[in-house]
C-alpha cells in the first residue's frame, strides 16, 4: 500500500529522482502541491562520476546520497520506494510496485537504461555502466579478474581475464577507458605487484568514424589521441555482434578473448509499463 494521505492540495507525482526529478521536487518545496516522489532506489546517483566508482577511484557512497536525507522535515512533501507498473491517464492512476496512487499532474522523469539495440544475446552477457549498482558489479568483476590472473595456469585464460574490452566511444566509454588506464599505471603497480601492468589491455570499441560522435570533431581528434598515449587499443567502423565462449565478436569477424565485455553503446529511456508505443519517440522518449 502506497499511504500517501489524501488533502485539498493538488497532488504531483514525480517518476525518478535523477537530475531532472529532484531539481523539480525542490522547485516545489514551498509551493501549494502535495509533492510524491516515487523512485526504484532510495538514494540519488550522481551519474557524472559513475566512472570513478567502476574504476575504484571513489567508493560509491561518495556519489549516493539518500532521497530521506534530501526531504526530511519538508511539509506536504513524500518519498516513495516503488517502480512504476503501469499508468491510466484516463483516471489519473498509476500503478507502482507497492499499490495504486492518483495524481493530478504526473511527470516521467525515470532517465535512461543502456540500449542494446534489440540483441538479446548481449544485454544477458555484457557488463552495462548506467547506475551505482552496475558500477558496483564492475568494480568487482575487474578486482577478480586481476586476482585470477595472478594463479591461473594457462594464457588463453589469462588473456580473457587481462583484456578489457569497452563498447561505445561516447563520454561514458571514453570516460572509463581514461580511468582504467590510470588503474593501469598508478593502482596496479601497488596493489598487485605480481602482476605485470603492460599484460592489461584496454579496448575501446566504437561503431562510427570518430570517438565522441556528439561533439565537435576537434574534440574527437584530441581525445583520441590522448586516449591512445595512454596506450588504449581504439577500433573505428568496428561493429560488435556478438559475445561467444568469452570472446567478443566483430562484424568483420574478428575477435577479442576477455572476461570483462562492458557495453556503454548509448541509452534508451527507461520504459514505462503499458504506454502506446504511438506516443514514444526516438530512444523511447514520450512525445
Not at 550522481?46 to 519538508?74: C, D, N, T, W
Amino acid at each position: 500500500m502506497i499511504n500517501i494521505p489524501q488533502t485539498e492540495k493538488k497532488r504531483v507525482i514525480i517518476v525518478g529522482g535523477g537530475f531532472g526529478g529532484l531539481k523539480l521536487a525542490r522547485k516545489l518545496e514551498n509551493s501549494n502541491f502535495q509533492v510524491v516522489l516515487i523512485d526504484k532506489n532510495n538514494y540519488h546517483q550522481f551519474l557524472p562520476l559513475i566512472y570513478q566508482v567502476a574504476s575504484s577511484g571513489m567508493e560509491s557512497s561518495s556519489i549516493s546520497f539518500p532521497f530521506r536525507k534530501i526531504v526530511q522535515s519538508k511539509k506536504n512533501f513524500f518519498f516513495r520506494l516503488a517502480e512504476i507498473r503501469a499508468v491510466f491517464p484516463e483516471r489519473k492512476i498509476i500503478q507502482t510496485s507497492i499499490g495504486k496512487v492518483s495524481y493530478d499532474y504526473l511527470v516521467f522523469a525515470a532517465g535512461t537504461t543502456s540500449n542494446f539495440f534489440g540483441n538479446k544475446h548481449i544485454e544477458e552477457v555484457a557488463i552495462p555502466m548506467k547506475n551505482v549498482s552496475e558500477a558496483m558489479g564492475l568494480r568487482n568483476a575487474l578486482l577478480s579478474n586481476f586476482e585470477r590472473s595472478i594463479t591461473c595456469a594457462g594464457e588463453n585464460e589469462k588473456r580473457e581475464l587481462l583484456n578489457i574490452v569497452i563498447v561505445g566511444g561516447g563520454a561514458t566509454g571514453v570516460e572509463i577507458a581514461g580511468a582504467l588506464s590510470e588503474m593501469k599505471r598508478f593502482v596496479l603497480p601497488k596493489d598487485y605487484p605480481e602482476m605485470d601492468k603492460s599484460e592489461l589491455q584496454i579496448y575501446l570499441i566504437e561503431a562510427v568514424d570518430r570517438l565522441l560522435p556528439g561533439m565537435d570533431k576537434h574534440s574527437s581528434v584530441n581525445v583520441e589521441k590522448y586516449l591512445r598515449r595512454m596506450g588504449i587499443t581504439i577500433l573505428l567502423n568496428h561493429r560488435v555482434v556478438d559475445y561467444k565462449d568469452n570472446n567478443v565478436i566483430l562484424e568483420n569477424g574478428d575477435k577479442i578473448p576477455t572476461r570483462s565485455f562492458i557495453w556503454v553503446s548509448g541509452i534508451t529511456a527507461v520504459p514505462i509499463g503499458n504506454l502506446n508505443p504511438s506516443v514514444l519517440g526516438i530512444g523511447g522518449r514520450i512525445q
